[in-house]
């Protein structure tokens, strides 16, 4: 359940915490629109909705985590990749040319201080450009900020709902105006 009473459980998500905040919501949602679907990258959207989720399941946030695993699902990644990947990245059959972008996005969130060239160049080695380093920046520093949102809100829901909004956001993605987008 939600730390605050707007939030009714039935409804936990991005776009019911943000719905109070209209002024806050556009700008984000434009920006995840551009960052998760849109955005000049050679990341295809299962690659971005992978890189959110281990970003979110490096912070341990349930909301985000299950949710942009069920998306990336929903654009046909394997059901177990992502809890592989999470168990040991190394040994998962996550592409080879993501690993290194996912070693970033790990070391980002886990230790940001920490980053170093080297870092940076087994991406660029991996055959990746400078606006996929972007991305992934951009990626890792939109989940950190998404995890810190839904779990400073308290923010679970069900199973079955996070499962529904990753199908929504494969279909529908994130600028969509329809339902709530997150």
Same mark, same amino acid.
């Not at 943000?18 to 806050?24: F, I, K, N, V």
């Not at 920006?31 to 998760?36: A, G």
């Not at 886990?110 to 991406?123: G, L, N, T, W």
């Given at each position: 359940m939600a730390f605050v009473a707007s939030v009714p459980q039935e409804e936990e998500s991005v776009a019911a915490v943000?719905?109070?905040?209209?002024?806050?919501a556009r700008p984000l949602k434009e920006?995840?629109?551009?960052?998760?679907r849109t955005g000049g990258c050679?990341? !295809? @959207?299962?690659?971005r909705e992978l890189i959110a989720a281990y970003a979110s399941g490096t912070n341990s946030c349930t909301y985000c985590y299950t949710t942009h695993k069920a998306t990336a699902e929903a654009f046909g990644v394997d059901a177990t990749l992502l809890e592989d990947m999470m168990a040991d990245l190394e040994q998962s059959a996550v592409d080879e040319r993501l690993k290194p972008v996912l070693r970033y996005v790990k070391k980002l969130t886990? !230790? @940001?201080?920490?980053?170093?060239?080297?870092?940076?160049?087994?991406?660029f080695a991996a055959g990746w450009d400078e606006d996929c380093f972007h991305y992934a920046v951009m990626l890792c520093?939109?989940?950190?900020m998404y995890n810190r949102i839904m779990d400073?809100?308290?923010?679970?829901?069900?199973?079955?709902?996070?499962?529904?909004?990753g199908a929504m956001l494969a279909t529908h993605g994130y600028a969509w105006s329809g339902k709530p987008a997150t």
């Open positions: 943000m719905g109070r905040y209209p002024e806050h920006m995840t629109e551009v960052i998760m050679a990341f !295809s @959207p299962e690659a886990e !230790s @940001p201080s920490r980053m170093v060239q080297a870092d940076a160049d087994a991406i520093g939109l989940f950190n400073g809100y308290g923010v679970k829901n069900t199973a079955e709902f996070r499962q529904s909004r």
